[in-house]
């Protein structure tokens, strides 16, 4: 079974040092929320202008991350990321302490974090293709997925349990440690070989041009492999997401589900991300690649709609846990082989700078759209906005690539 592959122990730290930062984050799941409404007083419109404008002003400003962290080796960048966010998040509870927390101290930090995510990620994946051999990057993606869906799962009802007993402060402050860690892990990979130079010219990586800003998006968009998985991806997550926020007001006000039900209907189905990123790798060894991602790409888009017919009760909770297990497990075989299919048709010298476009699109777009689903859930209600995002998403499957003539298909790994 994959799990039982071994990568080595400069993969170990990395996986470790991935583990610990996502199990923060997830522990600390809505705790500026909270921090605004218990301890600033703020109003719903203040907490949705700080759930999407520092997302969205966040993946504005790592814009310019991408050209620059192709030029520098990996490892310190990120290193350097993980200190940035555990500096930024540390300083909510040091100024609460001190008396001095504002709103406007948690949309700055919000939006620093939102970016360092984002030149986290397209670091991380540069350094994971140089780090592993090209038919062990499923494998190390999987590991990656199933490690996201275990956090997903138990993160927040610790959190929330955490919240209940302590505070929002001392769930932010977890998470700041997590990054903390996440950065020793890093560190303790060492070896001053793991990573080549980056091929640019001599003072290249310090001058930044206006035109490589864009670059990641060019190579994007120029690529037949990759502009139709693009669409597809950074779609299908805003859809979902759009609707989140219309499914809370629905489930926990007219259907009367109590917040501990409404935890559970999306916990439970995690399991599906695990059984789903262990399954990846099996069915790419035996149907290849771009035929798994088909499938599943397809099937992750058929199960939305269904919310829409929730209803009060046992039977509505067990139809929510049903969708959510189904779509959660078709995206836990779906991610970590687009992963990969991404990873092994772009460029080495080209990797962060295509991760941080894919990174800010999808992210400028989840903002977007869950702002503009906000608007339709009030004008028509909260389920017709809800079926509006699944029909939507049924569409999305046309945008999956289907032939990939500009590579071979991907070297298929064994089962075991």
Known sequence: MAGKRSLGRRFGWLWAAYTVSTFGTRLAF???????????????AEVAVLASAGLAVGAAAAIPL???????????????????????????????????????????????????????????????????????????????????????????????????????????????????????????????????????????????????????????????????????????????????????????????????????????????GLVGARLSRRLVARYGQRAVMLVAGTLRACWSVGLAFVQPGAAGLLLVVAVEFGLITCMGVFNPVYATYRLARTPADRVARTLSAWSVSSKATVAAMTALWGLLAGLTGPRTAIAVAGLLLLATPLLLPRADRSAPEAVRVPAR
């Open 30 to 44: 809505d705790a500026f929320a909270m921090i605004a409404i218990l301890t600033l007083d703020a109003g719903s």
């Open 66 to 272: 991408g050209p620059w962290v192709e030029v520098r080796r990996k490892r310190p960048v990120m290193v350097a990321m993980d200190l940035v966010r555990c500096a930024a998040l540390l300083s909510v509870p040091v100024a609460f302490v001190l008396g001095l927390l504002t709103f406007a101290q948690l949309l700055v930090v919000s939006v620093v974090v939102a970016a360092a995510d984002i030149g986290f990620g397209a670091a991380s994946g540069a350094y994971l293709k140089t780090l592993v051999a090209p038919q062990d990057l499923l494998v190390a993606n999987g590991r990656f997925e199933s490690t996201a869906w275990t956090a997903t799962m138990l993160g927040p009802p610790l959190g929330g349990a955490a919240v209940g007993l302590f505070g929002p402060l001392l769930t932010v402050a977890a998470d700041a440690v997590s990054y903390l860690l996440s950065a020793v892990g890093l560190w303790a990979i060492g070896g001053s070989g793991d990573e080549q130079t980056p091929p640019v010219r001599s003072g290249e990586a310090r001058r930044l041009r206006a035109g490589d800003v864009l670059e990641g998006w060019r190579f994007i968009l120029g690529s037949a492999a990759l502009r139709p998985l693009f669409l597809n991806t950074v779609l299908v997550s805003g859809l979902i997401m759009a609707a989140s926020p219309p499914l809370a007001v629905l489930m926990l006000g007219p259907l009367g589900f109590a917040p501990w039900q409404y935890g559970l209907a999306f916990a439970l189905p995690c399991l599906g």
